[in-house]
């Protein structure tokens, strides 16, 4: 179903004919521009143009209508005003035209009216596929195709590459088009979307997915229409091993609202976007920069599923540099085998032979060294990825063609690693590199921050196929929120766990409930209309005794009046109290864009001040889930750090997986689930939800 939506865009992206409606003379007008660069460029299909006061427009003939095009365009570009664009967009429906590019502004970006018009002429469309409306347009350079009206091309057309830019903003696509073709990198291919009334980004993505030209996707997202979409268009990429490297913007809330203002999208919470590109092995861009960098580094093909980096360097602090990114970013320098660093001395013995490896300017005054070196680092420390740091020298004309033998040489016999270098050359100089098959830096921080996203894009590669986790036990959501013991209860079906518990009407009942479990114990308001106990002071906490039990019961009947003089009081919760374990917090939220999110992470100070926390798409299994677990940033008080017992992580996964497949099960009813603490016990000693709030809608 996916393949079939995707492919639906060849006629929109690689047409045999195009018209163009409201075609203008004047190369310069929004009208005139896709016609002069497709002329320009020799688009390889017929082009129509459509005005009613010209015969001729740009050397070629024009039709006064639609009606009178002599064949029905595979897509048709849109320059018209906007309620002329409305039944611009009926008469190509009825003609038969696969897909209009609708240039025209003033629709849902605008205001209520413009958005009444947008739907309008989506309803106008039928089954005809629309870009736009409010896009510049998109370009593929293969075909000499360019139905857009940027003024970008005025300083240069597009280079021949494998790299496709997929672009909500036009003017931002365009501009990425730019730098890229600045820095002599090919994105043959960019499409811009505007409005997403019908076509999103996300389509575009997976039409390039299924494109055997395209290589590399950048994207560029503003809001997110259509998550299901999404997710089958980056599924369909990394099947295809195609990396998908995106910026998508609005993560501020002045963001966010820029972004509704600006292509009337919709930014769902960035925690949440960023768990999902994960998911799918998509490299999230910081910047424009990152982003071309990326894209760059991945037309070389080779994307390693256990990255390592192993760096030679003529500079110690250069290494150390590249060392400390490496070390943010998560991507291992292991050191070099100590026979080999033995042998390196004994070439050079003041070179710093671990890793990074030193070989210090010595090596310059010997280029054979540099070879010897490098054949080291790549045949017996094994790195994936390796970058060497040599600076001017490198782009030294005296230096240069001998130390190209050397390094060409060892990636002869090695074509499999990932090879980048970190000089400073002259343009041409930089270009034959390139043509040895070398990345080429001159910031090493940069070489490193792309040299790891080749690596996570290869363990995206090589990610198995999760299996489906196995169902919850069938069961059927109350009407409206239940109350604590009650959602426990629901929440018990579907295997999760909760302390010892009773609900008690009465502090008769609370002392036999606390006299059962054993001394202390705790107590909490029960009520289905008090989400929030400890705000009115609802949870009582090691209650040692009877008598306090009896007091306890009193008090907090009395609390829950006095704040919430109209909630239902169903009596009292009285639990055992745990002691020991990890405070922990997991939960579900049903995101608009997504569905249904798990969360987990430490409770207290962890979840409240530093937000370690992290998301995960409903369902998955147990190995997803304790994958979750363990990439907290606070995951070593899990784990056993400094002494601690080690806490049952497998009971917490089992736990978090049993509560992505409820949410999963209970569909849109189900707003969220908090759990909030979870006590993670000794290993072997389970997981216990001590609180538990469903929020339903009814």
């Known amino acids: 179903m996916a393949a079939s939506r995707f492919s639906a865009l060849t006629p929109l992206l690689a047409p045999r004919s195009v018209a163009v409606i409201g075609a203008s003379s004047d190369p310069r007008r929004i009208g005139g521009r896709p016609l002069a660069y497709m002329i320009e460029r020799g688009f390889t299909g017929s082009i129509l143009p459509v005005n009613p006061n010209r015969d001729r427009v740009q050397g070629l003939a024009a039709y006064p209508d639609i009606a009178s095009l002599p064949e029905v365009p595979d897509v048709a570009v ?17 003609a038969g035209t696969k897909g209009a590019i609708v240039l025209t502004a003033g629709f849902a970006e605008v205001d209520a009216a413009g958005a009444t018009l947008q739907a309008a002429m989506v309803q ?25 009206f940027s003024s970008s091309f005025e300083s240069g057309w597009p280079l021949p590459g494998v790299i496709g830019i997929a672009s909500q903003s036009g003017a931002y696509g365009t501009h990425l088009f730019a730098i890229a073709r600045n820095r002599r990198i090919g994105t043959p291919l960019c499409v811009t979307t505007g409005n997403e009334a019908d076509v999103t980004v996300a389509d575009v993505i997976g039409w390039m997915a299924e494109d055997s030209a395209t290589e590399v996707i950048c994207a560029y997202s503003e809001g997110i229409r259509n998550g299901t979409r999404l997710m089958a268009a980056l599924e369909a ?15 501020s809330a002045l963001g966010r609202a820029a972004a509704q203002s600006h292509t009337a999208s919709i930014a769902g919470d960035d925690a949440v976007t960023d768990a999902v590109l994960a998911e799918f092995g998509v490299v999230r861009a910081r910047n424009t920069e990152e982003l071309i960098d990326i894209a760059y580094a991945a037309t070389r093909r080779i994307y390693p599923a256990r990255n390592t980096l192993g760096v030679i360097t003529v500079s110690g602090g250069a290494g150390v540099l590249i060392s400390d990114v490496a070390e943010t970013l998560g991507l291992p320098m292991p050191p070099m085998p100590e026979a080999a660093q033995a042998a390196l001395r004994a070439l050079v013995p003041f070179a710093a032979p671990a890793n990074p490896v030193d070989c210090t300017a010595q090596a310059f005054n010997d280029m054979s060294l540099v070879g010897r070196f490098t054949e080291s680092m790549v045949a017996d420390g094994g790195y994936a990825s390796v970058l060497a740091f040599f600076t001017q020298v490198g782009g030294a004309p005296s230096v240069a063609p001998r130390l190209r033998a050397e390094l060409n040489a060892v990636k002869a016999r090695h074509p499999d690693r990932l090879y980048a270098l970190s000089v400073i050359a002259p343009p041409e100089m930089v270009a034959e590199y390139e043509s040895d098959g070398y990345l080429v830096f001159e910031d090493p921080t940069r070489a490193t921050v792309a040299l790891h996203a080749m690596g996570r894009f290869g363990e995206a590669f090589a990610r198995l196929a999760e299996t489906a986790p196995d169902a919850v036990p069938a069961f059927v959501l109350p009407a409206s929120t239940p109350s604590e013991a009650e959602a426990k209860a629901l929440l018990g079906r579907a295997g999760i766990a909760a302390p010892p518990e009773r609900a008690c009407a009465s502090a008769d009942a609370a002392v036999a409930a606390a006299r059962s479990f054993g001394f202390p114990v705790v107590m909490k308001i029960l009520s289905p209309d008090i989400v929030h106990k400890t705000e009115i002071g609802g949870v009582l906490l090691g209650v040692a005794d009877e008598a306090a039990v009896q007091d306890g019961f009193v008090t907090l009947l009395g609390r829950a009046r006095a704040a919430a003089p109209g909630a239902r009081i169903e009596g009292v919760l009285v639990a055992r109290q745990l002691s020991g374990g990890v405070e922990c917090i997991m939960g579900m939220v049903r995101d608009p864009v997504f569905g249904p999110m798990a969360m987990f992470g430490l409770g207290g100070i962890f979840v409240e001040v530093l937000r370690d926390v992290v998301f995960r798409r409903c369902p998955f299994g147990v190995a997803a889930a304790e994958a979750m677990i363990r990439s907290i940033r606070a995951a070593r008080l899990l784990t056993g750090a400094r002494g601690r017992e080690a806490a049952d992580i497998r009971a917490l996964a089992e736990m978090l997986s049993r509560l992505s497949v409820f949410a999963h099960q209970a569909g849109p009813a189900l707003v969220s689930i908090d759990l909030n603490p979870v006590f993670a016990m000794a290993a072997g000693e389970g997981a216990f939800a001590a609180d538990a709030v469903v929020e339903i809608v009814g």
């Open 124 to 148: 106008a469309a039928g089954e005809m596929r629309l870009f736009g409306p409010n896009c510049l347009g998109l370009f593929n350079a293969r075909i000499g195709f360019f139905p857009i």
């Open 237 to 251: 990429a990394r099947a295809a091993r195609k990396p998908v490297v995106m910026m998508k913007v609005g993560r």
């Open 78 to 94: 849109v320059a018209v005003s906007a309620a002329d664009a409305v039944a611009a967009v009926a008469a190509l429906a009825r």
